[in-house]
């Protein structure tokens, strides 16, 4: 219902919601109209609940989709937050200052990428991610807190290795909408995030740089914007969020 009354206001008529004669007349054919209508409201951030805040990370990369990412990011007038690999910035350095340049959230996710590797001790824990943070800095002369460590913070992690990060003013982040991206087709991507994302007023979706995850990116912003989200980069001032502190 909230719907049609707001398509009724957005259109500029002068249709009351409370008319019954009015609201009776609406044909099927027209509700359908106004649905797809909505679509095209979306990007304009049409009727967003400030109270529902969306974030969209990005992990892996920078990569070769990282520029299609961006731009479809752009268009839809959208920040995400990406979290990088040590050697995929080293790679990638136009991309990672595209990121930061364009207002992305910036995060960090490991050098190694391989549990064995990061938690042989907890020195070697904190040093993949200072060297990814020297590594930024070293590209874009800019630097971040924000850390994404491979495959969660639990149940791998060490509980002297998230000590030692927390202790030195990392700020690890999980999330609450394992979109599957990496092992899925673009289709059931999408409705990963229809059937998984109700009912959550905080999303934090895991998104990977993968081919069928820039096929799904533009549809899954539709689909936040109608479900009233506004979508935010992760930005330093926020509580993390993550599976230690149980707040997603
Ligand atoms: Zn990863």
């Given at each position: 219902?909230?719907?049609?009354?707001?398509?009724?206001?957005?259109?500029?008529?002068?249709?009351?919601?409370?008319?019954?004669?009015?609201?009776?007349?609406?044909?099927?054919?027209?509700?359908?109209?106004?649905?797809n209508?909505?679509?095209?409201?979306s990007?304009?951030?049409?009727?967003?609940?400030?109270?529902?805040?969306?974030y969209?990370?990005?992990?892996d990369?920078?990569?070769?989709?990282?520029?299609?990412?961006?731009?479809i990011?752009?268009?839809?007038?959208?920040?995400?937050?990406?979290?990088?690999?040590?050697?995929?910035?080293?790679?990638?350095?136009?991309?990672?200052?595209?990121?930061?340049?364009?207002?992305?959230?910036v995060?960090?996710?490991?050098?190694?990428?391989?549990?064995?590797?990061?938690?042989?001790?907890?020195?070697?824990?904190?040093?993949?991610?200072?060297?990814?943070?020297?590594?930024?800095?070293?590209?874009?002369?800019?630097?971040?807190?924000?850390?994404?460590?491979?495959?969660?913070s639990?149940?791998?992690?060490?509980?002297?290795?998230?000590?030692?990060?927390?202790?030195?003013?990392?700020?690890?982040?999980?999330?609450?909408?394992?979109?599957?991206?990496w092992?899925?087709t673009?289709?059931?991507?999408?409705?990963?995030?229809?059937?998984?994302?109700?009912?959550?007023?905080?999303?934090?979706?895991?998104?990977?740089?993968?081919?069928?995850?820039v096929?799904?990116?533009?549809?899954?912003?539709?689909?936040?914007?109608?479900?009233?989200?506004?979508?935010?980069?992760i930005?330093?001032?926020?509580?993390?969020?993550?599976?230690?502190?149980?707040?997603?």
């Amino acid at each position: 219902m909230g719907i049609v009354k707001n398509l009724l206001i957005s259109k500029g008529n002068d249709i009351s919601y409370y008319d019954n004669e009015v609201y009776r007349n609406i044909k099927i054919n027209t509700i359908t109209e106004m649905i797809n209508d909505i679509s095209e409201n979306s990007k304009k951030d049409f009727d967003i609940n400030y109270d529902k805040v969306a974030y969209i990370t990005i992990d892996d990369g920078p990569s070769k989709y990282t520029d299609e990412i961006l731009d479809i990011l752009d268009r839809n007038n959208v920040k995400a937050t990406f979290f990088m690999i040590n050697r995929n910035m080293n790679a990638y350095k136009d991309q990672v200052i595209r990121i930061q340049q364009e207002g992305h959230g910036v995060g960090f996710h490991s050098v190694s990428h391989d549990v064995k590797t990061l938690y042989k001790t907890p020195k070697s824990t904190f040093e993949e991610f200072s060297t990814c943070r020297d590594t930024f800095n070293e590209i874009t002369g800019e630097t971040s807190n924000l850390i994404r460590i491979p495959y969660g913070s639990k149940p791998y992690t060490p509980e002297e290795s998230y000590k030692i990060l927390v202790e030195n003013g990392f700020l690890v982040w999980d999330w609450n909408l394992d979109t599957e991206d990496w092992k899925s087709t673009t289709d059931n991507i999408i409705s990963n995030v229809l059937l998984n994302g109700r009912n959550k007023d905080d999303l934090v979706l895991l998104m990977h740089e993968k081919k069928q995850t820039v096929e799904a990116l533009e549809h899954i912003i539709m689909v936040l914007k109608e479900r009233g989200y506004q979508i935010l980069p992760i930005t330093e001032d926020k509580e993390a969020m993550n599976f230690w502190n149980q707040n997603l």
